[in-house]
């Protein structure tokens, strides 16, 4: 064993595949490349090239993939404790993507959009106060009981087209959020971590 080397594409793919490993504890994860790393020596030794034994392997992520399942199989016991945490997530996690998801992102491109509005708005009522165009007559940019024209509708605009892409923001950094905090939540419940 120790006259055949493995080459750096067997190594680059043990280190893809000790990558998508990363929620397996350390002993099991241990096990499983050593027991890759034997078996590509006994194929090198029969006489397979390294790209053979590649093109035989499933993908890295399939190959971790399949261990991580077997691994949730052989420890996973499921007692009632575990069947109601798991009832729970899925319940709340349910609940936010038919509800909160959706609104904080229709919240999002609304605040996006009306940003973007009010500071035409304000360009518009800026060009209205010192230019006289005959379509610009029809446009009106009221703030409570009041048209604003010129500097004013600069200003006002400004400030809302501000204010509104903040919320915006704010709203499309929540829904993000979320997600990635429901996407790590699944991930530490298929792992026994809640």
Same mark, same amino acid.
């Given at each position: 064993?120790?006259?055949?080397?493995?080459?750096?594409?067997?190594?680059?793919?043990?280190?893809?595949?000790?990558?998508?490993?990363?929620?397996?504890?350390?002993s099991?994860?241990?096990?499983?490349?050593?027991?890759?790393?034997?078996?590509?020596?006994?194929?090198?030794?029969?006489?397979?090239?390294?790209?053979?034994?590649? @093109?035989?392997?499933?993908? @890295?992520?399939?190959?971790?993939?399949?261990?991580?399942?077997?691994?949730?199989?052989?420890?996973?016991?499921?007692?009632? !404790?575990?069947?109601?945490?798991?009832?729970?997530?899925?319940?709340?996690?349910?609940?936010?993507?038919?509800?909160?998801?959706?609104?904080l992102?229709?919240?999002?491109?609304?605040?996006?959009?009306?940003?973007?509005?009010?500071? @035409?708005a304000?360009?518009?009522g800026?060009?209205?106060?010192?230019?006289?165009?005959?379509?610009?007559?029809n446009?009106?940019?009221?703030?409570?009981?009041?048209?604003?024209?010129?500097?004013s509708?600069?200003?006002?605009g400004?400030?809302?087209?501000?204010?509104?892409?903040?919320?915006?923001?704010?709203?499309?950094?929540?829904?993000?959020?979320?997600?990635?905090?429901?996407?790590?939540?699944?991930?530490?419940?298929?792992?026994n !971590?809640?």
């Amino acid at each position: 064993m120790q006259d055949v080397k493995i080459s750096n594409d067997l190594e680059k793919y043990l280190t893809h595949v000790d990558r998508y490993l990363k929620y397996l504890p350390i002993s099991e994860k241990t096990d499983i490349l050593s027991e890759l790393k034997s078996s590509f020596y006994e194929r090198l030794i029969s006489g397979q090239s390294s790209e053979e034994i590649i @093109a035989k392997m499933p993908s @890295a992520k399939d190959l971790a993939g399949n261990y991580i399942d077997d691994a949730f199989v052989k420890t996973n016991k499921l007692s009632f !404790k575990t069947l109601c945490k798991y009832i729970l997530f899925f319940s709340y996690s349910s609940l936010i993507w038919l509800a909160v998801i959706p609104t904080l992102f229709t919240l999002a491109i609304g605040f996006l959009l009306s940003g973007v509005i009010s500071f @035409a708005a304000g360009i518009m009522g800026f060009i209205k106060g010192f230019i006289n165009i005959s379509f610009l007559d029809n446009i009106k940019f009221i703030f409570i009981y009041y048209e604003l024209k010129g500097i004013s509708a600069l200003i006002f605009g400004i400030l809302f087209a501000i204010i509104f892409t903040i919320l915006g923001i704010l709203s499309w950094k929540g829904t993000v959020t979320i997600i990635k905090y429901l996407q790590n939540k699944k991930k530490n419940i298929y792992y026994n !971590k809640i």
